[in-house]
Each structure stands twice: as structure tokens, then as C-alpha cells.
């Protein structure tokens, strides 16, 4: 399997505000463990407010319940929550905060109701192990919570999320959290991958062709400047992957 290393930086990721800025689609990609999200974020401010990178919510009850999400959180960590009907819980990533203006990858793994794990750069925060089964999850968003009242949008850019309905080992994160696209990990478990990257496409346009995203607003900027990280390793299997890899940069 090839490689072509990227630059240390994307300057055609859309900048999210963090007031209204998102993207979603009103339906789910998963409804139930097991589940992998991962994402790289660069947060333009210092530890913002609760935010969410990448969630699966329910239409009709707040943030947080019924739902899946992969969220940062005002202590600067890494977060994986599944809520239920009346009450959520997460995992945490390990202690330190993340950078600000600097790209770092997350992840959040759910292998069953009464285990999950949150990830910053590919290590693994304390398993949380209290069982919480999500309802009626029918919303998918990366940048904010949809759910009955949009909210925890994050301030910064978000690239190359993506949703398996596998539980990837921590062998996988790591390769995610080293660069690999998300298409060459575990592809057949591999069920969403936005790049959310500017590249002749729709600004939400999904690599498994099964879940276009729409923006929020309509009114994204794109990011002009050179980000710092991260170590993005886009692998090529075939010359029709080359040629999807192109797409989507």
C-alpha cells in the first residue's frame, strides 16, 4: 500500500463559528453500539464552551440524551457521551488539554451499552462502563448538537470525521491519530466519512456516498492560512482510490 504524506496543514478546511455554524443531515448513520467516531479539530479559541465535534441526536429531547457524541469539553478534554431517554454518560479523554489553532485528532469507541472510550492523538482515557442504550436517535451533525434546540456548536474547523458501526481497536485509533484516511481503516465497517474539506465538491459531501451532509447556514468561510499538523498519511490501494483521494482533498 502506497503513501502520499500531506502538508502539516489543510488551508481548505471550513472554518465553523461557533454561533450557528454546522452540518447535518435529518437522519442517523447509527443507532446503537458498537460505534467508532473519529475527527480532527482545530479550535480557534481557548477551551471554548461544551462543544460538539461529531453526534448522533434524537429529534425530540436535549443534547445529551438519547444520543452519541463526540464533544470537547471547558476542562480542555476529549469526550465520547452516550445518553439515553433520561440520563447520559461519557468517557474522558486522558488528562491535559488540547492545543488551540494546532490540529489533534479525536476519537470515541463504544463496543457495547456498558463500555466506552474517548481518545486525544490515539491514547485512550479511563473506560466508562455505566450501560446507557440512546432512543430514537434520527439526526446526524458535526459541529453542534441537533437535537430539539441546536446547541454546543464548535468554534474552529473540523476535517475528515467519520462513523464506523464497529468498535475500532486502539491499534486503529492510533493509525487514524497517525494520519491514515478513514478510508483505508476497517472499510467495511467504515458507514459516513465527511473530508469537510473545500475540493470542487459539496462543502458536506460524504466519501460512502450514503449520507450528504447541509450546512447550517449556507455562509462557511474557508480557512486561508497555514494550521500547524496534522501528520495526515492518505494511503492508495488502487487507482480508483487515488482518484477518490483526489476528490477529496
Not at 492545543?99 to 476519537?107: D, M
Not at 491514547?123 to 453542534?144: C, H, K, L, Q, Y
Request: proline share 6%; hydrophobic share 40%; aromatic share 12%.
Amino acid at each position: 500500500m502506497a503513501r502520499i504524506v500531506l502538508p502539516p496543514y489543510h488551508p481548505n478546511a471550513f472554518i465553523l463559528d461557533g454561533v450557528a455554524d454546522y452540518f447535518y443531515k435529518d437522519s442517523s448513520v447509527v443507532t446503537a453500539a458498537p460505534v467508532t467516531f473519529s475527527a480532527w479539530f482545530w479550535a480557534s479559541t481557548t477551551y471554548p464552551s461544551n462543544s460538539t465535534l461529531v453526534a448522533q441526536n434524537t429529534s425530540t429531547l436535549q443534547a445529551g440524551f438519547g444520543t452519541f457524541g463526540l464533544n470537547l469539553i471547558t476542562s480542555g478534554r476529549v469526550e465520547f457521551r452516550t445518553g439515553s431517554s433520561g440520563a447520559s454518560s461519557a468517557a474522558l479523554s486522558i488528562n491535559g488539554v488540547y492545543p488551540t489553532q494546532l490540529w489533534t485528532h479525536a476519537a470515541g469507541v463504544s463496543a457495547s451499552a456498558t463500555s466506552r472510550f474517548a481518545y486525544r492523538n490515539g491514547i485512550a482515557g479511563t473506560e466508562n462502563v455505566t450501560s446507557r442504550v440512546p432512543a430514537a436517535i434520527d439526526r446526524t451533525a458535526i459541529g453542534a448538537n441537533r437535537d430539539s434546540t441546536p446547541s454546543d456548536f464548535f468554534p474552529g474547523a473540523i476535517a475528515h470525521a467519520a462513523i464506523w458501526n464497529v468498535a475500532l481497536t486502539s491499534g486503529e485509533i492510533r493509525q487514524l491519530a497517525n494520519g491514515v484516511s478513514p478510508w483505508f481503516v476497517r472499510r467495511e465497517g467504515l458507514v459516513a466519512y465527511w473530508p469537510l474539506v473545500q475540493s470542487g465538491l459539496p462543502p458536506g459531501h460524504d466519501v460512502s456516498l450514503t449520507y450528504p451532509l447541509t450546512h447550517s447556514t449556507q455562509n462557511y468561510n474557508v480557512v486561508a492560512g497555514p494550521f500547524a499538523n496534522p501528520r495526515v498519511l492518505w494511503n492508495l490501494q488502487t487507482a480508483a482510490d487515488a482518484l477518490l483521494g483526489q476528490a477529496c482533498l
